[in-house]
C-alpha cells in the first residue's frame, strides 16, 4: 500500500505559476505510473497528466499541453506538476493517483480506474 500525500495548491493570479508536489510513502513508486487529476465544483475528475514508471512516455490532456509538466523523482519518491500561464478554468482541486499495475510504458489511454492509490487532493484557485 502507498500513502499519497498532495501539496503546493494555492491562490494565484490568471497567468501565474505553481508547483504541486506528491509525495508517496509505504512501497515504492518507482514501478508505477503516477497521474495528476482535477475535479471541479459539480464537474467530473478528469485526468490532467500521466507519466509512466521511468519517465520516457507522458501524456498531457489537451487543455494543458503546453503549459502544464509532470516529473517524477524516483529516489525521492516524489512526483511534480508544474502548472504555468494559469487560466481560471484551471480551478480545480488536484489528485495525484498511483497506478494500479506496475512496469506500465504506454500512459496515453489511461483512465481514473486504473488508479488505485489517491492523495487527499490539493486546492488551486487561479484568479482573474
Known amino acids: 500500500q502507498v500513502l499519497l500525500v498532495d501539496s503546493g495548491g494555492g491562490l494565484v493570479q490568471a497567468g501565474g505559476s505553481l508547483r504541486l508536489s506528491c509525495a508517496a510513502s509505504?512501497?515504492?513508486?518507482?514501478?508505477?505510473?503516477m497521474g495528476w487529476f482535477r475535479q471541479a465544483p459539480e464537474k467530473e475528475r478528469e485526468i490532467v497528466a500521466v507519466?509512466?514508471?521511468?519517465?520516457?512516455?507522458?501524456y498531457y490532456a489537451d487543455s494543458v499541453k503546453g503549459r502544464f509538466a509532470i516529473s517524477r523523482d524516483n529516489a525521492k519518491k516524489t512526483v511534480y506538476l508544474q502548472m504555468n500561464n494559469l487560466k481560471p478554468e484551471d480551478s480545480a482541486v488536484y489528485y495525484c493517483?498511483?497506478?494500479?499495475?506496475?512496469?506500465?510504458?504506454?500512459?496515453?489511454?489511461?483512465?481514473?480506474?486504473?488508479?488505485?492509490?489517491w492523495g487527499q487532493g490539493t486546492q488551486v484557485t487561479v484568479s482573474s
Open positions: 507519466i509512466n514508471w521511468s519517465g520516457n512516455a507522458i
Open positions: 493517483a498511483a497506478d494500479r499495475r506496475t512496469w506500465r510504458t504506454v500512459v496515453d489511454a489511461m483512465g481514473a480506474s486504473d488508479f488505485g492509490s
Open positions: 509505504g512501497r515504492t513508486i518507482s514501478n508505477y505510473a
